[in-house]
């Protein structure tokens, strides 16, 4: 019956939540820096850093109010300490260390892809409590930093495949940045190939000699829609403009698909988990249920706890806060640090 307080600044959301026994999310709060990163086409992680630092008492506060709770009802407390940004993530470790030590509370680090993991876990109060991945699973986590294949048992997180170069959401904001259709690159991207046609262009899907099978890569693809542009002589308009986008996509979200579908076939699983911020992509939500279920059941959040949040990190935390329960605050804590490149393994 843990109370967790969580905070979350691996990248540009800087975000806060109060989450009951690992599920219920009492109080939630992003604060996101989009508009500000947008004119640079990315993430710039000194801009990251220092608004990270004006944005985090208030989304704790906004998150502990939504909840009704105080400090001295917690439990514990839960940060990321990896993987992202190290200036970033250093933000919000060193605010939950403060607060940890302040109110005597165990201070739980969370592996940011774990959170992700977690993500299918979560609701509201007065929603159904969604049914649980039976393990093992295989787990697609896709984002703008990670795209990666994991196989989940009891207590224990097994990768099982990686991209050998861009992630999937940092292949869909280098297109869209080629086209001119400004960041982010995923929201745009599924805007734009509604109205296309995505057998317009045959864009290839990778395909390794070195044992990789599951393994994924994105810079052919991207290589390819360049190519289709310079042989254009000019960006495309209009319909041909959502045609390119459409079969970009399709490519993208097929190779997501079939590694996945080829992972869970290997490994005799029953239920596949679908996270990251481009899981919020409709297209690749229907097509990985399309392509999978009946005979394996796709489990993805709602869109809200696919992008970075704290709900994800508190509850991720739950098992260990609720080791720690009555422990305090360890003084090893302190020197608790940022780990930039922290694998997802158990």
């Known amino acids: ?58 989304v704790v506060r906004e998150a502990m109010a939504e909840a009704g709770v105080g400090f001295a009802e917690l ?20 605010v939950a260390k403060s607060l940890a030590w302040a109110h005597d509370k165990p201070l739980v680090p969370v592996n940011h892809l774990a959170g992700h993991l977690h993500g299918v876990r979560l609701h509201l109060p007065g929603e159904p409590r969604p049914e649980a991945p039976a393990t093992p699973f295989v787990a697609l986590c896709v984002s703008g930093g990670h795209t990666a294949l994991y196989l989940v048992g009891d207590g224990r997180v097994r990768q099982i495949a990686n991209t050998r170069d861009d992630a999937a959401g940092e292949a869909f904001d280098k297109v869209a940045r ?26 290839p899907l990778p395909r390794f000699k070195d044992g990789g099978a599951f393994d994924f890569s994105f810079s052919g693809l991207k290589t390819a829609v360049l190519t289709v542009i310079q042989r254009l002589g000019a960006l495309p308009q209009g319909r041909a403009m959502a045609d390119l986008v459409a079969s970009f996509q399709a490519a993208a979200v097929e190779q997501l698909v079939q590694r996945t579908a080829d992972a869970a076939r290997a490994h005799g699983v029953g239920d596949v988990v679908l996270a990251g911020g481009v ?48 422990a305090g605050h360890d003084p090893h804590d302190r020197r608790l640090n940022a780990v930039a490149t922290w694998a997802l393994s158990a």
């Open 1 to 58: 019956m843990a109370l967790v307080l969580a905070l979350e600044s691996s990248c540009d959301e800087t975000a806060a939540a109060v989450v009951r026994d690992g599920h219920l999310v009492l109080g939630n709060s992003v604060a996101t820096q989009v508009d500000i990163h947008r004119k640079w086409g990315g993430v710039v992680p000194e801009l990251a850093s220092r608004n990270h630092v004006v944005d985090v008492v208030p």
């Open 178 to 203: 080629m086209l001119g259709l400004g960041y982010p690159g995923g929201p745009v991207v599924e805007r734009i190939a509604r109205d296309g046609d995505a057998a317009a262009y045959d864009l």
């Open 279 to 326: 899981a919020c992509n409709g297209a690749l939500r229907a097509r990985m249920r399309a392509v999978l279920e009946p005979g394996v059941k796709v489990h993805v959040p709602p869109p809200r706890w696919c992008t970075d949040n704290a709900a994800m990190i508190a509850g991720a935390a739950d098992a260990e806060a609720e080791r720690r329960l009555g």
């Open 75 to 94: 439990d514990a407390i839960a940060v990321t300490r990896g993987p992202g940004l190290v200036g970033a993530l250093l933000v919000g470790l060193q």
